[in-house]
């Protein structure tokens, strides 16, 4: 199962996600998912609140390897910079667990409430990235936007990557984006309707 | 009620939010919020799909003027600046509803279900504005990237504003919230520790 989850949380989701797949999301207990990774149902509640969540074991695990790699970065560079490069590798992981990611987004598209629970965790990384700046010195609003730019590149790249026929490089897919972004902002400002004072963000 | 919502909605919702602030979200039934601002549930069910959605009336009338100003915006103008335009003169509405508004997002802040419907309804404007963009010859990636980037200052900027002390100016806020995004950004870009060939995008 690679490195993609510790413990028995990888299993379940791998479970969770072979079941989805066969059965649809509504079908399947959290019995049967504990059942078929040779777990308990206690087990299974030890480690996931409710059954939508076992489908995010995976991004948890990520979620908390981006927060390590945002706190343990030099604060020699820019807080931006710190945040794209611990999304470059905290991706490391995804090629060799390409295939479960595939089928696991595939379950979350197909299922309105998984596609909120989704959402919310992105916020809440998006957060958890911001207090990790924030504790290493970076002040406000610097560290929200530099959070809030990295996650959204984070997203974006991550659906072109999920989507491509082909296996794309990640570090260069995210950076691409997070360029691509600035691009395009970019080409907004200063060409408003209003007159923008020199921007207020210290970074 | 300003021009925050037209019909029967402006009032339900205005009706929901004040239910809310007294007697917390959970206990508010969609009867109660029908009688209070003088419709029947029937009514409301014509309006909403359900209680929660009540409380994004103003947002989608917000939603809808977005959409309409990126629809009917000149195609000289970058995707960016018509999308940062459509935000700017959206918003023109805020002000005139700001207390409305600031008690809505206090029920929104303080209940994790309103809190993902909001995340959904933001997800939702922005595939919009895609849609919006491609329908007026935009092509992608700038559509997409054009519609995200001005979706997430949005979010920070109407954050700010609700939570300012004294009133900020709206269209001044969203611009320096976009420009400051792409200083941001801009900080990362080409200090990677990935090569990053010229954009690929075309604005």
Redesign the interface.
């Known amino acids: 199962m690679g490195r993609w989850g510790p413990d028995a949380r990888g299993p379940l989701e791998q479970a969770a996600v072979a079941l989805c797949l066969k059965h649809g999301y509504a079908q399947v207990t959290v019995v049967a998912i504990a059942q078929r990774a040779g777990f308990s149902e206690r087990t299974f509640y030890r480690h996931f609140a409710d059954k939508p969540e076992v489908l995010f074991a995976g991004f948890q695990y990520f979620h908390d390897n981006v927060v390590h790699l945002v706190t343990s970065a030099a604060t020699s ?5 710190r ?3 611990a999304f ?1 590798q905290a991706g490391a992981v995804f090629p060799e667990n390409a295939e479960q990611l595939r089928q696991r987004q595939g379950v979350i598209d197909s299922t309105p409430e998984l ?3 989704e ?2 965790k992105v ?1 809440t990384l998006t957060a958890a990235v911001t207090r990790a700046l924030l504790q290493r010195g970076v002040a406000d ?2 560290a ?3 959070a ?2 990295g996650t ?2 984070f997203r ?1 790249a991550f659906a072109t990557w999920i989507n491509a026929t082909s296996q794309e490089d990640w ?2 897919l995210f ?2 984006t ?17 007159s ?2 020199r ?3 210290s ?1």
């Open positions: 560079a820019a807080p931006m910079e945040v794209a490069a470059e596609r909120a629970r959402l919310s916020a609003p610097a929200m936007l530099s809030e730019a959204l590149a974006i570090p260069r950076r691409q997070l360029d691509d972004l600035g691009v395009v902002i970019t080409s907004a400002v200063s060409h408003g309707t209003v923008v004072k921007p207020r963000v970074i």
